[in-house]
């Protein structure tokens, strides 16, 4: 029988390895919406009615005048008055001029006072007072309301994340060649083990 004179001793090899998938990943901010509200308004003015009366010529024609009207008042009446007593001494001069032809002094003074303490009744017409009426009124001023919406949309942001691949070696494959015969002789009855066959 033949023994083997090699053993052969394989050793496989021994890895790990990893894969990781490509994704892309998206990132979504949420929409904010702002909203600004302007409430409606309604603004009332309301004036009442009211009367008003103008009395400034009855008051001028009753005689209760203002400043100005006043001063012009008395200044004509103080030139008539001015007037009627240059005419009054004109007249007493004439009378007292006729004393030769028979006049009488006692009688020239008394138709001279007598002149000014007789009354005359007279109608002085009035003006009437100037009344007038403003209605009454009212104004409104409706501002209507107001919404206004301000839309932010969120902003989306993608992140590709790529794929990846490891691989790990724990252990190596190898290969190990062993002679395990014995020692070849030549001639073959060199061995010392050599047994001759009969």
Not at 164 to 189: C, H, K
């Amino acid at each position: 029988m033949v023994r083997p004179m090699l053993e052969i001793t394989t050793t496989p090899a021994k890895y790990e390895y990893e894969v990781m998938r490509a994704r892309l990943q998206i990132t979504q901010e949420k929409p904010v919406v702002n909203r600004m509200v302007r409430r409606a308004t309604l603004n009332m003015r309301q004036q009442a009615g009211r009367f008003e009366m103008n009395t400034v010529r009855r008051r001028s024609d009753m005689g209760m005048k203002g400043v100005v009207d006043r001063a012009n008042y008395e200044a004509d009446l103080g030139a008539k008055a001015a007037r009627e007593k240059i005419g009054d001494y004109v007249d007493f001069g004439n009378s007292v001029a006729k004393f030769n032809k028979g006049g009488n002094i006692p009688d020239a003074l008394w138709s001279q006072s007598m002149k000014h303490s007789q009354g005359d009744l007279v109608l002085v017409p009035v003006s009437p007072v100037d009344i007038h009426y403003i209605p009454a009124s009212l104004t409104m001023d409706y501002q209507p309301g107001q919404m206004s919406a301000d839309w932010n949309v969120g902003k989306a942001r993608l992140d590709f994340v790529p794929g990846s691949f490891s691989l790990n070696f724990s252990q190596y494959a190898s290969i190990n060649i062993e002679y395990i015969g014995g020692f070849i002789y030549a001639p073959p009855s060199a061995d010392p083990n050599f047994e001759a066959i009969a």
